[in-house]
């Protein structure tokens, strides 16, 4: 069965997600709500470094979120994407519109 468990943590200027296990088409309803009601109130980063699976309704979620983001004034960070995370967003043809980050501080 797959499995995602997220985590939530404020900061000052953002929310953190931390993220852990598979997005899929099964377990990505919860991850998509959790993301865009976020997005919609302030900066949003995604620890995905521990995602071992990220499908088309996965990267979907994370491109919606960074158009919503981009209409609120708001923007969407990966921190330190998994191998698996990195070559999905590689093959979305579009990496450049990803912000991603190695360290909380880089959160603008």
Do not use: C
């Not at 923007?75 to 995370?85: A, D, G, M």
Request: hydrophobic letters at 40%; charged letters at 20%.
């Amino acid at each position: 069965m797959d499995h995602l468990n997220i985590s939530e943590r404020p900061g000052d200027n953002y929310v953190l997600l931390e993220i852990m296990g598979t997005i899929n088409s099964y377990t990505y309803s919860d991850f998509q709500q959790r993301v865009y009601t976020l997005i919609d109130q302030t900066n949003l980063v995604l620890d995905m470094s521990r995602v071992s699976s990220l499908s088309s309704s996965g990267l979907g979620v994370l491109m919606s979120a960074i158009e919503i983001g981009q209409e609120r004034g708001h923007k969407l960070y990966i921190l330190n994407p998994s191998e698996i995370v990195r070559l999905a967003i590689e093959s979305t043809g579009f990496p450049e519109l990803f912000q991603i980050i190695r360290s909380i501080h880089e959160v603008r």
